[in-house]
């Protein structure tokens, strides 16, 4: 009787170990908070992102990892660096994701890296674009009618949403807000049923009520 219950002792310690280790052994996830601070390097891909593993910026040979390092980065048409492995890698930099730098995200978009200041379910950047504005009008109706050739270019914001269960960038706006939170009938119902004019004005207040009803975990 003795010896049977040393046994059952012994092996529900074994059990609590195993259990023990394999919890260690286990990336936890946790969810988002603004206090919530991502690992510092590249990210090679959407998926290294929502898994929060980038390749730390110390493993970079190309850009070197200095003061000039996210200049650089631009600048480069590969980068090179040592996995886990020890094994040299070299990637072209347009197909970088992005990367983190004192635990803040930053997505490569339109040519440039740009803050994700704000991070959900449904995430929301902003970037800026070249935008070519023509002097004059048109008058399709004059046959003898010569558009004018003059013009001039002008840096403008333009918003974007990422959809962080596909990792697409969408077009902000109330359609595009529609498209992202039809998962939820409640909210798409109640949004769906707003004024044009009040729709356009609450996109991020429906933004947030979507993220706290559809929180987002990483990899810590």
Known sequence: MLNNRFILILMLALSFFGTAVAQETTNETVRYDYSFEFKNGVYTSFYSFRNNSPIPFSRFV???YDDDFFKNLLKVETISFYDENGTLN???RK???GYANN?????????KFNLIPYVGTISHFVSTELVTHYVGGTMMYDPMYIPSTQSYTTEELVHYFIDMN???I???GSKSLLELIKDDTELYNEYSKLGKRKRIKSVMEYVQKYNRKHPIYFNK
């Open 170 to 172: 969408i077009s902000y």
């Open 62 to 64: 190309s850009p070197a």
């Open 90 to 92: 070299e990637i072209p």
């Open 166 to 168: 596909t990792g697409k």
């Open 103 to 111: 635990g803040k995200p930053n997505i490569y978009w339109l040519n």
């Open 95 to 97: 197909t970088i994701w």
